[in-house]
């Protein structure tokens, strides 16, 4: 069974910066993509970004492009979503998720392991 854990969420200003991490147990780590989603409070999960099995590519939706970004380390079996110049409206729970493809998507049911999410919230 996979576990993935998610950790460095927190309560920050508007203008911070946070990293989250992702820590994952299984030996395919560096086989597969991994995802990053997150909900806020009354919508819908949305997918934020991915990365690579190598980690050669990345992809962050449009309105989080320059703010937000994502990395991996395969060794560590971790993958990291860095966010700047947080915002209010970036409050929400963050997941992240191993991909079933040795890349990332936005199509949800593509990946099979899900970690238990962190929270950020944004003060103004």
């Known amino acids: 069974q996979v576990h993935l854990v998610e950790s460095g969420g927190g309560l920050v200003q508007a203008g911070d910066s946070l990293r989250l991490s992702c820590e994952v147990s299984?030996?395919?780590?560096?086989?597969?993509?991994m995802g990053w989603f997150r909900q806020a409070p009354g919508k819908d999960r949305e997918f934020v970004g991915g990365i690579s099995a190598s980690g050669s590519r990345t992809r962050i939706v449009d309105s989080l492009h320059g703010r937000f970004s994502i990395s991996r380390d395969n060794a560590k079996n971790t993958a990291f979503l860095q966010m700047r110049s947080l915002k209010p409206e970036d409050t929400a729970v963050y997941y992240c998720?191993?991909?079933?493809?040795?890349?990332?998507?936005?199509?949800?049911?593509?990946?099979?392991?899900w970690g238990q999410g962190t929270q950020v919230t944004v003060s103004s």
């Open positions: 299984t030996r395919s780590f560096s086989t597969l993509g």
């Open positions: 998720a191993r991909s079933s493809r040795p890349y990332a998507t936005d199509e949800v049911h593509l990946y099979d392991s």
